[in-house]
């Protein structure tokens, strides 16, 4: 039995892909046996702990004009650590399931704040329970730091609610716009007064003198609720579990949801008392997933396209920033969403520039070529900008990274055919013309460096 | 490396290789052509410019007693009227103001403004209210209610390399060129030449994979397109050395080929001065005032200004009261500048900002933005604002 199409596209959704030699080894495994690796590679948590210093701790109030530029550098540099690492951890980590669905909860719990230490414990957050228990995650999130900044619940007490955070929960995170009112906002709102952060300890902490505890009517309930409460009758809303499946379901099987197969994932996801891992284990071992309409037609993030493509050639770079500079120009910076509804992603990937530049890259980095491009200046680096003379950053970045191709000729087998390098190397599949052009590649370097440089690349 | 090396070592291994079947090359498409259309330029001042150190109200007290020791003295203020004037910084900017090409709206904002740099962008460039997220802008927007008229990427051109929010549409969206030499070098890769030349295409399909391909062949069409159009015409104005004076000169050269190009965005960044504002700010303000002044007196020159709206925005102002390092923190209301040959209104717009009725210590929005993106649609690029704006915003008399 092969099932190398299906174990290629398990690994496609359920990671960032497969390495050819892994994915000859399993060719004969079921798929029940290859799902279940996944989850099993997957177990162990290995958070990101780059920054042990929370600079915001610090006092700034007597600092001079140069200490506080000073300080700024050196947020930007937590920033960029930060971002490194992580992509550095999807790039050679193992357990790729884990790592795949933190960068879901990464956009589903958009998050954009300066604080970069804060960003790694919510990171960490969403890492820990990506494939554990939904409630248990919400909760955690919204009484992280980064979050109760972001969503200004920091500043909801009970003379001045903010509701800020008690939209975004609603709308963004479990049910979604047109299943609530706005006197539940509201209503809701004063309950998760008191919820915050203290600014000397960066501790979670409630705060009972600015919690509101007079009655509130939400979704035709009335009592004294505490935020707690609020999240638990928003889950014994079955359309919580609709909402995410049907968010799951595009991000792992199709952009356009289909209805039967979302109610069985809701169905699911709901009784089990939202179990994350339940979710996905139907989804990876149910049929349709395997279905032709449902294989190579996601257009890749631009960091599933990096990393899958750092996974694939085992590449290693010398400066880790050309990986950031390539996020901001494919227009995706981890860690910096273009706002709390995350990057809308499909089709809002490509542009022009954007596929000229997604189609280079790869042949650059593997041909160890040079990449030139002014890059956009981010709201983030207006403030250094504006006390500097220059006004454009004219960066041309050599790539300088190392492709392991030994590694991945030696795992391709002697007289391997062309055309199957091509498939597992391409989602969609193959149509004639390919095939013919594909046999009369000079060698295997040059027919991978055209591969990669396909638009069917940029799909998964 | 060298740039014939790094061309060398970036290009693919040619071939004809790897086309769908289905596929034919962009220009075989049906190709309308437009006349008589006139260009909206749209220049986007990145991190919320201190709009009162810009258009100075110098005729307010207020003014002075708020920013004691960042206000622009008296005395060297261009003066425009009894109350406002420029910074002298935009000293260039004066004769274009005289000859009546300069219109300045001031308090232009929005209702329950944001003051997040990234969400107030997006907010100025979706148009969308303050609690809405939009994942298309009001230019690409435009763009989709034209496509039948106008379905080429090249409609709008941003002069970077990348393209902004706002000039994506859900169907349409707009093209990034910083150099259309270089762009057009980087299409004819022989790889990337082979992908979209190829016999036999007759349809793209409506899948992802389709939609890349298409993608594809339009930027190789345009690429061609505004190269070889734009490669006919010669800017002989002069323009100062800055990157942004550059940018404009590049608009201008397009502008005079006859490119059938109805938007173009340029932005200029610097803008966030938290501290030590009055040089940071001033630099920036001469490089936007010189490059435009240049631009204007160019068009005039080659009888393209009365075709021509050019609007300058920032994504908010700043507050009305110094901050404690010689900066001002993120405020709301702010000035626009809109130029033109043909202004109904030149001169102030409106009055000057009010100072005395501020909230939490912030400018009042007098005019929603949204008026004058509706004015520039209905008015200039003849289109019903509301097909693009999502509800109807009634027109201003500065067009």
């Not at chain 1, 550095?88 to 980590?93: F, V």
């Not at chain 1, 199957?420 to 040059?446: G, Q």
């Not at chain 2, 790897?18 to 498409?29: C, G, N």
């Not at chain 2, 989709?144 to 106008?150: E, F, K, M, V």
């Amino acid at each position: 039995m092969n099932n190398a199409r299906q174990i290629k596209h398990l690994y496609a959704r359920g990671g960032f892909g497969i390495a050819m030699g892994e994915l000859l080894q399993r060719k004969n495994w079921s798929v029940k046996k290859a799902v279940k690796k996944l989850f099993a590679v997957s177990e162990p948590i290995v958070p990101l702990n780059v920054l042990t210093e929370n600079l915001d701790l610090q006092s700034r109030a007597d600092l001079t004009e140069d200490q506080r530029r000073a300080f700024q550098e050196k947020r930007n540099q937590q920033e960029r650590t930060l971002n490194k690492a992580w992509m550095q951890q999807l790039s050679t980590t193992t357990d790729q399931l884990r790592e795949k669905m933190t960068l879901f909860w990464h956009n589903h719990f958009a998050c954009n704040i300066g604080n970069a230490y804060y960003q790694q414990q919510l990171n960490n957050v969403q890492r820990t329970h990506a494939l554990g228990n939904f409630k248990t995650l919400l909760l955690e999130v919204s009484q992280t730091p980064a979050m109760l900044q972001f969503l200004n619940n920091q500043q909801n007490v009970k003379a001045h609610p903010n509701e800020n955070f008690a939209r975004e929960l609603m709308e963004l995170f479990t049910l979604g716009r047109g299943h609530y009112t706005e006197e539940d906002i509201k209503e809701s709102a004063r309950a998760f007064t008191g919820w915050a952060f203290n600014g000397k300890t960066g501790e979670y902490g409630f705060r009972t003198g600015t919690h509101d505890n007079r009655t509130k009517t939400f979704m035709g309930q009335t009592a004294d609720f505490c935020g707690e409460d609020i999240i638990n009758i928003i889950l014994q809303n079955k359309q919580t579990a609709i909402f995410i499946s049907t968010k799951l379901y595009c991000y792992l099987v199709n952009e356009t949801p289909n209805d039967t197969h979302i109610a069985q994932m809701a169905d699911l996801f709901y009784s089990s008392g939202y179990e994350i891992k339940s979710l996905l284990e139907l989804v990876f071992t149910s049929d349709w997933f395997y279905e032709p309409q449902n294989i190579g037609n996601l257009i890749k993030s631009p960091v599933e396209l990096l990393v899958g493509l750092n996974r694939q050639f085992g590449i290693r770079y010398d400066n880790l920033d050309v990986l950031l500079q390539f996020q901001r120009t494919l227009g995706q910076v981890l860690f910096k969403p273009p706002n709390v509804a995350g990057w809308p992603g499909g089709r809002n990937w490509i542009d022009s520039s954007s596929l000229m530049y997604r189609i280079k890259i790869p042949s650059t980095i593997l041909n160890a070529g040079v990449i030139d491009f002014t890059g956009k200046a981010t709201p983030d680096d207006e403030a250094y900008l504006a006390s500097q003379r220059k006004q454009q950053f004219n960066v041309i970045n050599r790539v300088q990274a190392q492709p392991d191709w030994n590694r991945f000729l030696q795992e391709i087998p002697l007289q391997f055919p062309h055309l199957e390098i091509a498939s597992l190397l391409l989602e969609p599949p193959l149509n004639a013309r390919v095939t013919t052009e594909v046999n009369n590649a000079p060698d295997i370097k040059t027919l991978v460096i055209q591969l990669v440089s396909t638009p069917e690349y940029q799909l998964c | 490396m060298k740039r014939r090396a790094f061309i060398k070592s970036s290009s693919l291994a040619s071939g004809a290789f790897l086309i769908p079947s289905f596929l034919k090359p962009f220009e075989a498409m049906a190709k309308p052509e437009l006349t008589g259309y006139k260009n909206l330029v749209i220049i986007q001042l990145s991190g919320g410019n201190d709009g009162l150190n810009t258009i100075v109200p110098h005729g307010n007290d207020i003014y002075y007693q708020k920013r004691k020791t960042l206000a622009i003295a008296n005395t060297v203020i261009v003066k425009l009227n009894d109350i406002q004037g420029l910074n002298p910084n935009l000293a260039a900017l004066q004769e274009i103001y005289d000859q009546g090409w300069m219109s300045i709206i001031n308090s232009v904002g929005y209702p329950n403004p944001d003051r997040s740099h990234f969400r107030s962008m997006d907010i100025w460039q979706t148009a969308s209210n303050a609690d809405q997220f939009l994942s298309t802008g009001w230019v690409g927007r435009y763009l989709d209610a034209n496509c039948q008229s106008c379905p080429n990427p090249y409609t709008a051109i941003e002069v970077d390399d990348t393209l902004s929010l706002a000039m994506k549409g859900t169907q349409m969206k707009g093209i990034a060129v910083q150099d259309p030499n270089k762009l057009l070098q980087t299409t004819r890769e022989p790889f990337f030449k082979d992908l979209v030349h190829q016999p036999n295409n007759e349809h793209l399909n409506e899948d992802n994979l389709g939609y890349l391909y298409k993608t594809m062949i339009e930027t190789y069409s345009s690429a061609d397109y505004i190269q070889n159009t734009s490669k006919t015409y010669k800017v002989t104005a002069e323009y100062p050395s800055t990157g942004f004076a550059n940018q404009l000169k590049t608009v201008s050269k397009f502008i005079n080929a006859g490119l059938q190009t109805r938007v173009y965005y340029v932005s200029l960044s610097g803008f966030d001065t938290h501290t030590n504002q009055q040089n940071q700010q001033g630099r920036q303000l001469k490089i936007y005032a010189d490059a435009v002044a240049a631009f204007i007196k160019d068009l005039k020159q080659t009888g393209k200004l009365d075709d021509t709206l050019v609007m300058t925005f920032s994504e908010f102002g700043r507050r009305v009261e110094q901050n404690a390092s010689n900066g001002t923190d993120h405020g709301t209301a702010n000035n626009v500048f809109v130029f033109g040959g043909k202004l109904a209104k030149a001169g102030f717009y409106n009055d000057a900002p009010d100072l005395t009725n501020l909230e939490n210590g912030d400018l009042k929005y007098q005019i929603d933005f949204r008026n004058v993106y509706a004015t520039m649609l209905d008015k200039w690029l003849n289109v019903n604002n509301s097909q693009i704006l999502n509800q109807n915003f009634s027109s201003l008399n500065f067009i």
